[in-house]
């Protein structure tokens, strides 16, 4: 006689879980074991993660941790990498545990939700810029790193009666994270940035701390969230001192602190704001709101307050075209092997940053268009010292086969000059 599991978990959401964890690919963890290793004995591995999870026996390896840079700054933000049976554990509890909290959260918090993006916050922004004076551009200090274990359990019990949920979350808070050193570190506050229930956790927390206390305090003020970037609009200045002294307080109770030189209060300045203000721009999800030239339905040219690509965006994206150094490493490649290689990626910087205030955007892909000039110089000789005959190559192959490159579907041609 089969003894009966302690907790029933569907072997099927297991599955279910380990094909989403493959699509989502990702690094080994702390023991080393990669995605295709896994793979090996997919069978016997998965039915591993079903019995611990159904006995209740399932321990959560330590996270191994990984300093990722933030910028030219110097400065790292932190990543933490589970095992690859650890994010099917976690992606297991997330398929069972979301459709619950899902259908409660604000229709105001956009990040990591079925159905929602982050374009869908900027572009709701944009929009609420225009009726509202002032924007409070909030930054909350390494929060993260700094989640309250005990409120994220009481919102977690708030919403399922499933006690193994209770158990295995509990344990993923609690989990250790692995340096590169291979030192321990143990747990008190904060969940990883990189595991798979961090962003379903961080939202309930959120959604409590901050969703909920904003519209019950202030039911008339309107915020975008995206995790814990957010966005609140005011229509005074008044107001806004107001609400960012609450929210300072209120978040502070919660054990989270707003950063005290990159929090702020911003003016929308157009053409119909012209008081003078220290603060007339934000960032916010890649995108810089600030005034900029644009033209009414009669073509009048006027000042409004709108979005386009951040300085900081604009930097990774000349980074990651550097980092492919055409003209350098790539001259024994075809024009075909440069497309198939840069296509990818510059298709989602124009379908993302290209969403507002897309002419922004070109000034920064011309810097890729300046690469592939450089490639062709070094790749024919008949081109080296003639940059012009260069561009005027590149320009007739755009015209004979616009979509080969999604650069020329852009409008940018390399005969139209640099």
Known sequence: ?????????SKKIVWEAYKRVKANAGAAGVDGQSLSLFE?????????VWNRMSSGSYIPPPVR???????????????GIPTVSDRIAQTVVKLYFEPQVEPHFHPDSY????????????????????????????????????????LVMRAVRHHTQSPW??????????????????SLEERIKGSPQGSVISPLLSNLFMHYAFDEWLRRKYPAIQFARYADDAVIHAGTLFEANEVLSAIRERLGSCGLELHPEKTRIVYCQDSDRVDRYEHVKFDFLG???????????????????LPGISVKAANRIRSTIRSWRLGATRNNQSLMDIANLVNP???????YYGRFYRSAL?????????????????KYKRFNGHRRRAVHWLGRIARREPKLFVLWQTGLRPATGQ
Not at 41 to 48: A, P, R
Not at 362 to 378: F, G, K, N, T
């Open 40 to 48: 090996k004995d997919l069978k016997g591995n998965l039915y591993k």
């Open 65 to 79: 941790l990984v300093e990722i840079p933030k910028g030219n700054t110097g400065a790292t933000r932190p990543l």
């Open 362 to 378: 070109s000034p920064i892909l011309r810097s890729l268009e300046r690469s592939m000039v450089y490639w062709a110089r070094r």
């Open 287 to 305: 995108f810089t709101f600030r005034p900029r030239r644009a033209k009414n339905r009669w073509g009048k040219p006027f000042i409004s307050f």
């Open 165 to 182: 949920i209770h158990l295995f979350v509990e344990r993923w808070l609690k989990a250790p994270v692995q340096r590169a050193d291979g």
């Open 1 to 9: 006689m089969t003894k009966a599991k302690s907790y029933e978990i």
């Open 345 to 351: 990626m510059v298709r989602g910087w124009v379908n």
């Open 111 to 150: 990040g990591y939700r079925p159905g929602k993006s982050a374009l869908d916050a900027v572009g709701v922004t944009r929009k609420r810029c225009w009726g509202q004076d002032w924007v409070i551009d909030l930054d909350i200090k390494g929060f993260f790193d700094n989640l309250d274990h005990d």
